[in-house]
T-cell receptor, first 114, second 112 residues
Framework: GESVGLHLPTLSVQEGDNSIINCAYSNSASDYFIWYKQESGKGPQFIIDIRSNMDKRQGQRVTVLLNKTVKHLSLQIAATQPGDSAVYFCAENMNNNAGNMLTFGGGTRLMVKP | DGGITQSPKYLFRKEGQNVTLSCEQNLNHDAMYWYRQDPGQGLRLIYYSQIVNDFQKGDIAEGYSVSREKKESFPLTVTSAQKNPTAFYLC???????????FGSGTRLTVV
């Protein structure tokens, strides 16, 4: 997971505010990106994904933005709630003959203050 | 419902013992993976298998072994050669191709 990194290891936000978690990737050949949420003591859960032919994708309260020019990925969470407190991982996949191999970032801890 | 199951949730091992962590999936996924996670850290790849009866070492395979005799199962053995085995172990599976992984709920291994 060395090619995917995060700018902020910990992000603290007020309940109700919007959160933005950033991720930089270095492999320009990557064409599929995913955000995972991991709560304490649990396995990572899929949040949202985006393929390289898109620059934005929206889910319920979450939006992923992809900027291929600067190799940057971000996760936006609207109206952040206490239940959003977790560690968030980005992951990238380069579609090659090595099979389905995701490269994970180091993670950002999101802390929501009541 | 389809899913991926890891057992046990907690496991205690005496020094010098081998232990085996179970991972079973009924998602009909071809690929399976084992990751290690230390407190406050990211995921490190131990072993992966893209197809039955075949597996490859990941970044930190030393002290671990796996088998893939069935599509549904990918057990991980933590051997006595692993000097620092206390960690949270995550199993995942995926379809072949450009897809995300489905993770299990993890096994927390502690050496006592």
């Amino acid at each position: 997971g060395e090619s995917v990194g995060l700018h902020l290891p910990t992000l603290s936000v007020q309940e109700g505010d919007n959160s933005i978690i950033n991720c930089a990737y270095s492999n320009s050949a990557s064409d599929y990106f995913i955000w995972y949420k991991q709560e304490s003591g649990k396995g990572p859960q899929f949040i949202i994904d985006i393929r390289s032919n898109m620059d934005k994708r929206q889910g319920q309260r979450v939006t992923v933005l992809l900027n291929k020019t600067v190799k940057h990925l971000s996760l936006q969470i609207a109206a952040t709630q206490p239940g959003d407190s977790a560690v968030y991982f980005c992951a990238e996949n380069m579609n090659n003959n090595a099979g389905n191999m995701l490269t994970f970032g180091g993670g950002t801890r999101l802390m929501v203050k009541p | 419902d389809g899913g991926i199951t890891q057992s046990p949730k907690y496991l205690f091992r005496k020094e010098g013992q081998n232990v085996t962590l179970s991972c079973e999936q009924n998602l009909n996924h071809d690929a399976m993976y084992w990751y290690r996670q230390d407190p406050g850290q990211g995921l490190r790849l131990i072993y992966y298998s893209q197809i039955v009866n075949d597996f490859q070492k990941g970044d930190i395979a030393e002290g671990y072994s796996v088998s893939r005799e069935k599509k549904e199962s990918f057990p991980l053995t933590v051997t006595s050669a692993q000097k620092n085995p206390t960690a949270f172990y995550l199993c995942a599976s995926s379809l072949t191709g450009n897809y995300g992984y489905t993770f299990g709920s993890g096994t927390r291994l502690t050496v006592v």
